[in-house]
């Protein structure tokens, strides 16, 4: 029995401090051939900030997202990569309708997730969400499920 109560309190202390880790989102990063290419898209379509890399003077693009989270280009000059939907960058905006009618203006085509152009998913809780490509084919999702 007293083994028995001292593994039941190690699995209760193990599960307590396992969950003890208190994550926030910090960064997304992506390798691109042509940094200012697909730098612009994300300053001048998504209307990113860009910041300066806090130690490197090239090779680099940094963006802000929201707060201190950001979105890090780094330059290569060859990129091996097979550009699946499932990977991507997600933001999220309550400004979607707008987001859409800014994309349309501009000629910016977006997918649904079956990958109809210029369509809206609905997903099955009620979050709406678009799929764009920057320059060089990386996903990048935006929905409203701002929380």
Known sequence: MKKIFLLLIFISVSFASAQSFNFQYDHYSVIVKDLDKVGA???????????????????????VIQGNSQLHLIGKDSVAMEHSKSVH????????????????????????????????????DGVRQIYLKDPENNWVEINNAVH
Do not use: M
């Open 41 to 63: 898209f994300y300053k001048n379509v998504l209307n990113l900030k860009e910041i300066p890399h806090p130690s490197a003077p090239s090779g680099f693009k940094w963006f």
């Open 89 to 124: 960058l997600c933001l999220a905006t309550q400004k979607l309708d707008e987001l859409i009618t800014y994309l349309e203006e501009n000629n910016v085509t977006y997918w649904d997730w079956p990958g109809k152009e210029n369509s809206v998913t609905l997903r099955a």
